[in-house]
């Protein structure tokens, strides 16, 4: 996630830039580009000309989107209770979203520590794109408890630094609440997110993750989810454990 200037003084309210990206608060030139720069490079262009249209945008599949309906999947059962990935509404999650993302052990890792119109500016950079990433509330037993990005990781910058396949599908996760955190659920709740993957997107073969390799607790719980650590990888903000679930391997580990 891109570094914050993490200052309180009043700014501009997001509704008067005509972008995310005009807005003073907004920053790209961190790990959020391996999220949130939602025009494919040229590069990418060559590779799946026929996933993309002429404007450099990837075409919807027939009857569903880029990440195959995640609003539509539904809740799964955990050994924590009943889950449900719901995709971001910025009116009803904004101050709740905004409120994890300022906690100091989860800016630590996200850096996106700053005013709520910051947070709103990450939240509709993805929002307002072409569906390649989509942040979604995590909520347990009817609680919103946790903050997710499922993204389109053959399409997203992160490709450029590890052998892509088409249609692998990222995942970043940030448990809210310090209650939740330190006592497996994180583990838990990755597993269960990276089968909603799979049972949903039937052309993904892989589910993959970028943790920040000093984040210990992180790596463990996708290790403890069902991951193999795959290899380090220079990201332009971080050094990161590359994270792999196959879907052939979904019932061995």
């Known amino acids: 996630m891109p570094p914050v200037d993490a200052r309180t003084d009043a700014r501009t309210d997001l509704r008067t830039a005509t972008t995310p990206e005009s807005h003073p608060d907004f920053r790209a030139d961190g790990d959020s580009e391996d ?47 009943s889950f449900h990935l719901l995709p971001v509404q910025i009116e009803r999650d904004l101050p709740l979203i905004g409120r994890w993302i300022n906690d100091p052990t989860v800016a630590t890792f996200w850096e996106l520590a ?7 500016a990450h939240l509709r950079s993805q929002l307002d794109g072409d569906g390649r990433s989509v942040p979604c509330l995590g909520v347990l037993e009817g609680t919103p408890m946790s903050y997710w990005e499922i993204y389109r990781a053959d399409l997203d910058p992160l490709a450029r630094h590890y052998p892509a396949r088409a249609h692998d599908t990222g995942l970043h ?20 997110v990276a089968d909603l993957v799979l049972d949903n997107r039937p052309r993904c073969a892989r589910v993959v993750a970028e943790p920040d390799l000093r984040n210990t607790p992180s790596v463990s719980a996708f290790l403890n989810a069902g991951f193999r650590f795959g290899a380090e990888v220079d990201l332009p903000a971080k050094r990161a454990a590359l994270m792999i679930r196959d879907r052939g391997l979904r019932d061995a580990l």
């Open 114 to 120: 700053g005013t709520e119109c910051l947070t709103e």
């Open 35 to 81: 999220t949130l720069e939602l025009r494919l490079p040229d590069a990418f262009l060559a590779m799946y000309a026929d996933d993309v249209n002429a404007s450099g945008t990837v075409p919807a599949a027939p009857g569903g989107d880029l990440l195959d309906g995640i609003g539509d999947w539904g809740p799964i059962i955990t050994p924590a209770g």
């Open 173 to 192: 996760l940030l448990l809210g609440g310090v209650a939740d955190r330190g006592r497996g659920l994180g583990g838990v709740l990755l597993r269960a």
